[in-house]
């Protein structure tokens, strides 16, 4: 079965420093999300994108923040200057068609120094 | 924003038993799905079900989207059924693309 594919699973950064995450959804999927959860809490909502826009963003999606889909392939977050409250689990998520159920990566573990 | 609860916060069980985990949200969805988060932080999808009854072995769910609220049925419960059970749910459609919203979750130990 296709998987959406995280890279890294760990990724450790300095305060300050800009990060990139890696994202792989599903082939034929439309619909790309990213969520992000801090160690003990709810998984929450960061982004979404669709015809190759940002379709809706949450308040914690500030300027510091950006996604991209470069090549048709990679969906990528991008950090810009990280904080210490940034160290989360983030997930990305992908699905063909508006009803139907979202798949989730693995998640990437952001640790800011 | 649309408010989801899961209740109860913490089960304990002992294996072999069955358990019902509950989420009531506060508005129309037309997406429904319960993960299981595993010790490692991965996200299993369990079920996708904005509406009706869906079963996957010893676990099924149900969801009455009139009345807001969906249930998940774990029966027979194993050890490696502990960690965090979540619901979450979205509404696609419109100006609206599907973002999920999650609730707080339910913590599931299930001892030998």
């Known amino acids: 079965e296709p998987e959406v594919t995280q890279t890294p699973s760990h990724q450790v950064t300095q305060m300050g420093q800009e990060v990139i995450l890696r994202c792989v959804p599903i082939?034929?999927?439309?619909?790309f999300y990213w969520y992000r959860q801090i160690l003990g809490q709810k998984v929450e909502f960061l982004v979404s994108?669709?015809?190759?826009?940002?379709?809706?963003k949450s308040e914690i999606f500030d300027d510091q923040f950006s996604v991209e889909r470069p090549d048709g392939s990679n969906f990528t977050l991008k950090i810009r200057s990280t904080k210490l409250e940034d160290s989360a689990m983030y997930f990305c998520?992908?699905?063909?068609?508006?009803?139907?159920?979202?798949?989730f990566g693995d998640g990437t573990r952001l640790s800011i120094l | 924003g649309i408010q989801v609860e899961q209740s109860p916060p913490d089960l304990i069980l002992q294996e072999g038993a069955n358990s019902t985990l509950r989420c009531n949200f506060s508005?129309?969805?037309?997406?429904l799905q319960w993960f299981h988060q595993n010790p490692w932080g991965q996200l299993i999808n369990l079920f996708y079900?904005?509406?009706g009854t869906k079963q996957n072995g010893r676990l099924s769910a149900t969801t009455v989207a009139t009345e807001r609220y969906s249930l998940l049925y774990i029966s027979s419960s194993q050890t490696t059924d502990s960690g965090v059970y979540f619901c979450?749910?979205?509404?696609?459609?419109?100006?609206?693309?599907?973002?999920?919203?999650f609730g707080q979750g339910t913590i599931l130990t299930v001892h030998p």
């Open positions: 998520a992908s699905k063909r068609y508006s009803n139907q159920p979202q798949h």
């Open positions: 082939s034929n999927h439309l619909y």
């Open positions: 994108f669709y015809n190759n826009e940002i379709s809706e």
């Open positions: 508005d129309s969805v037309n997406n």
């Open positions: 079900i904005p509406s």
């Open positions: 979450a749910v979205g509404y696609a459609g419109g100006t609206s693309y599907g973002k999920l919203t």
